[in-house]
């Protein structure tokens, strides 16, 4: 909103944001455009001073907790796909909204589908423009990853330290094969951090995030499921029976300090897997880095 909305959409909108009186989730994926996003289906059309809203959306994380949608919509079919899309802000309190939980593979279910049947939405809350939507949803992407690359490591570092503490207090610290494990992690993290560091300094030197965020992404999801097998290693056949506090959230790592519990690790375990699919799957990420950071050829397309 700060770089694409208009005025009025700022006035309204952020302060309600920063007040915690509008919880926002992402609708953009759907059962047909994952990494393929730009063959979104969900229809908008237009009825006098506002948009007419029907399709699904999927894999919507906090959807079930949220009061408002920013949602890509097809607003014209007889463009190029990238073309015909629009972001719109959306009142998910409207009886046409329907939000059904997906059950993940820790027992949680953060992801959610969002039904859309006849939901309207004001003609203005259209961020960017009518069929602009494309360029402000990879903006929006390039934030996410963004971020994540700037703050993600001071978590990572932390796990670090809960890994080294759980490796001590199971009594495997001087394990050789445990060691050389811990040194790559060790590593990564440390990798990480610089990388993080570069992208906080281009943030200050006035760059936006864009496709090289990929490569943050890339790297922290493919490290944390194997740090995360590590613990499971370490644990051997209690991580089997989860037991104790369970972690904080779904995404990324548990709390700094938190207790070494087989619920944490095993838990985090598994929700490292998505990580390497959410907010782009690692092919993606890899397609990204190579044909617009590196500049290599594009992948062939069957169409």
């Not at 590593?187 to 990480?192: E, R, Y």
Request: charged share 20%; proline share 5%.
């Amino acid at each position: 909103l700060l770089l694409f909305g208009s005025e009025e959409q700022k006035r309204y909108y952020l302060p309600r944001i920063i007040a915690g009186d509008d919880i926002w989730c992402q609708g953009y994926s759907e059962p047909n455009a994952g990494s393929d996003l730009s063959n979104i289906g969900l229809k908008a059309e237009l009825d006098g001073d506002e948009w007419v809203l029907n399709g699904q959306k999927i894999w919507t994380s906090a959807g079930h907790l949220a009061t408002h949608i920013f949602t890509l919509a097809r607003t014209d079919a007889t463009v190029a796909k990238h073309k015909g899309i629009s972001f719109m802000l959306v009142d998910m309190r409207q009886p046409g909204i329907e939000v059904r939980p997906i059950k993940m593979i820790s027992g949680e279910s953060e992801f959610n589908e969002v039904f859309y049947t006849d939901v309207r939405v004001p003609k203005d809350n259209v961020v960017g423009g009518v069929n602009n939507g494309w360029a402000i949803a990879m903006a929006l992407l390039g934030f996410e990853r963004g971020e994540a690359a700037a703050t993600g490591p001071i978590r990572y570092e932390a796990e670090f330290d809960r890994l080294v503490a759980l490796a001590t207090e199971r009594g495997v610290i001087n394990d050789p094969r445990i060691r050389q494990r811990l040194a790559w992690c060790y590593t990564k993290v440390q990798i990480m951090k610089y990388l993080g560091r570069r992208t906080l300094t281009k943030f200050l030197a006035g760059h936006h995030p864009g496709p090289d965020g990929a490569v943050s992404k890339l790297y922290w999801s493919e490290y944390h499921t194997k740090s995360t097998e590590l613990a499971i290693d370490i644990m051997g056949m209690d991580a089997m029976i989860p037991v104790g506090r369970k972690p904080s959230t779904a995404f990324q790592t548990d709390d700094p300090g938190a207790a070494n519990s087989s619920m944490s690790w095993a838990m985090t375990f598994l929700n490292a897997r998505a990580g390497t699919i959410y907010a782009g799957s690692s092919q993606i990420q890899r397609n990204i880095i190579g044909e617009l950071v590196l500049g290599l050829p594009k992948e062939p397309k069957p169409n």
